[in-house]
């Protein structure tokens, strides 16, 4: 299996349970790419070291599943999400990072630090009619490449917990408006959607600052309910993968 470095240590969670894959891939070789901002990033490495390079979140959890359980179809795991990127700044690397890796799976998680942008007033804060069209743009280059590439967009959230216990009035109306944008999109464009805010929502009968420490990122806990769902929601669109949701 070619890792553009992946470690792919398989994981025993509540979601994988599989006895044998009833199921071949309808496609081998298939290439998996995940972007997006810091919670994608999962603090990756930068170089070829495959024990890092996917990072620590639910980026290597979806990845080391799915490649520990079909190492012979030569799937391909790779990690681009970089921290603080906002939807603009993916726009700047697009080319480089995303379309010239020729994806077959794009998953693309982003819009928190478009909305800390302009919570912060920043000078590069963006409005919703741009992030809608840059967001937009993105997709709409990766479906003139790949007409056939599955789209994966997750839905930003932001919950009250850790220092940002308190700001929860003034993110959450905004992050709301951006997700809702991106549940649009998704139904423009065929995307599968992941409702992170809605598995988030359902976890609460712990507190949530088990599943997310400080407002925005997701401890080792949250991550595996991201990975969980990810697989659940793109198992409809990829078969092979429901011998994890059966």
């Known amino acids: 299996m070619s890792v553009a470095g992946v470690a792919v240590t398989g994981l025993s969670t509540a979601c994988s349970n599989i006895k044998s894959i009833v199921q071949k891939p309808e496609k081998e070789n298939l290439c998996f790419l995940f972007q997006g901002d810091s919670i994608t990033d999962g603090n990756r490495g930068r170089n070829e070291d495959p024990n890092h390079i996917l990072g620590h979140g639910y980026c290597f959890a979806v ?3 799915i490649g520990a359980d ?20 993916l726009e700047k690397r697009w080319q480089t990072e995303t379309l010239d890796l020729k994806p077959d799976v794009l998953s693309l998680l982003v819009g928190i630090n478009d909305v ?13 009619k741009t992030f809608d069209a840059t967001y937009r743009k993105l997709l709409t280059l990766c479906k003139e490449q790949n007409p ?16 940002r216990k ?31 805010p809605q598995v988030f ?18 401890t080792a806990f949250g991550h595996e309910l991201m990975a969980c769902e990810w697989i659940k929601q793109v198992s409809k669109r990829l078969n092979f993968l429901k011998l994890y949701t059966d």
């Open 201 to 218: 929502e359902k976890a609460q009968r712990t507190p949530i600052d088990y599943w997310i420490w400080d407002g925005v990122h997701p």
């Open 116 to 128: 800390n942008a302009i919570i912060e007033g920043k000078e590069e804060a963006t409005d919703a």
């Open 70 to 89: 079909f190492p012979q179809y030569g799937f391909q795991f790779i990690n681009r999400g970089i921290s603080g990127n906002s939807v603009r700044d």
């Open 148 to 163: 056939d590439m599955l789209i994966v967009l997750g839905l930003p959230f932001f919950f009250a917990s850790g220092w």
């Open 63 to 65: 990845s080391s599943r």
């Open 166 to 196: 308190d700001q929860y009035e003034k993110w959450h109306p905004i992050i709301h408006e951006r997700a809702e944008i991106v549940r649009q999109i998704a139904a423009d464009f065929n995307a599968v959607v992941i409702d992170y």
